[in-house]
């Protein structure tokens, strides 16, 4: 098992350095940069000042330069500098992050807990109404978009009960009732859309698992179904409900740009998106790279989780 551990740790360094070229050459694929965005906000400008404020934020230099300098400053723990606040990437990304981290938390929280009981149930009670109604139910987290949800959510309340959350951003560190009131809805508002693909994975996992032969010894053996569910079927068909949320645990922590634009949320995504209309170049390289590095831990966790949910995958 931690040989399987350090390979997979090993082979995510090339991943990495793969991700890291793509990420600097595309950003450098958008038309204009970051002098041309601030400038052409500041009426007629001479190409000696354009020229000048590349030379002084290295922009002149070769790609290959650059590039160096950027993953030579990473192996220091230095992301650089933002090209437009001039404050560090690492600072910028600490501020936010929490924000998108609590939003992707709690609707990763409202995801499995509606998720996995309604997807066993749908299983168990295949066929019946209460397994057509959920089957429903999910096609329409399917169609709706978060967003649109998350504007009901917040319209509703208003117009019904006169009801509004904080709209300023309040850190949990000040006020935990009023932060956990502010991020309710739009976690939810996430987590509802996020919980219709993972209830029907885990409405069809558990369909193929309580047909396979160990599951019918059990139910020969006289046992309870829902000792057959919990202690026979429910592991096994985690795999692939597992696969699915790993899948889906970066997109809730850093693919949330409208939600927080509708809550006035400053989170990772609104400050991802900011970023690329400014072509702030050191700042998305450092933001993607950071998305890519939590995308490759979850696929590392959920490997582990394999091995832990099935013995078979362990002791092959």
Not at 47 to 55: P, V, Y
Not at 152 to 166: A, E, K, N
Not at 281 to 304: E, H, K, R, S
Request: no cysteine.
């Amino acid at each position: 098992m931690h040989r399987y551990i350090m390979l997979r740790v090993l082979w995510s360094l090339p991943t990495l350095i793969l991700i890291s070229i793509a990420i600097f050459a595309m950003v450098r694929l958008i038309p204009g940069d970051a002098i041309t965005a601030q400038f052409t906000t500041q009426g007629n400008i001479s190409q000696e000042d354009i020229a000048k404020a590349r030379a002084d934020l290295g922009l002149d230099e070769p790609a290959v330069t650059q590039y160096f300098k950027w993953v030579g400053g990473i192996l220091k723990g230095d992301f650089g500098d933002s090209l437009i606040t001039r404050s560090s990437v690492v600072s910028r990304i600490k501020d936010a992050l929490p924000v998108s981290l609590e939003i992707g938390v709690l609707a990763l929280f409202f995801s499995v807990l509606i998720a996995i009981p309604t997807g066993i149930l749908a299983a168990v009670k295949r066929g019946t109404i209460l397994d057509y109604v959920m089957r429903v139910t999910a096609l329409i987290g399917l169609a709706v978009p978060s967003f649109w949800l998350g504007i009901l959510l917040l319209v509703m309340p208003s117009v019904w009960f006169g009801y509004l959350p904080p709209l300023n951003h309040v850190r949990i560190t000040e006020d935990p009732m009023k932060n956990l009131q502010q991020f309710l809805l739009p976690s939810f508002a996430v987590g509802f859309v996020s919980a219709a693909t993972l209830m029907r994975m885990t409405r069809s996992s558990m369909l193929e698992v309580i047909r396979l032969d160990h599951v019918r010894t059990a139910r020969a053996k006289g046992l309870t179904e829902r000792a057959i569910v919990m202690h026979h079927a429910l592991r096994i068909a985690f795999i692939p409900v597992i696969t699915i949320l790993g899948s889906q645990v970066a997109t809730l922590i850093t693919g949330t740009v409208i939600i927080e634009q509708v809550f006035g949320l400053p989170g990772s995504g609104r400050l991802l998106v900011q970023a690329i209309n400014q072509r702030d170049y050191p700042l998305i390289q450092g933001m993607v790279l950071f998305i890519a590095v939590i995308v490759l831990v979850v696929n590392i966790l959920v490997d582990m989780s394999y091995a832990w949910l099935d013995p078979r995958i362990r002791l092959g």
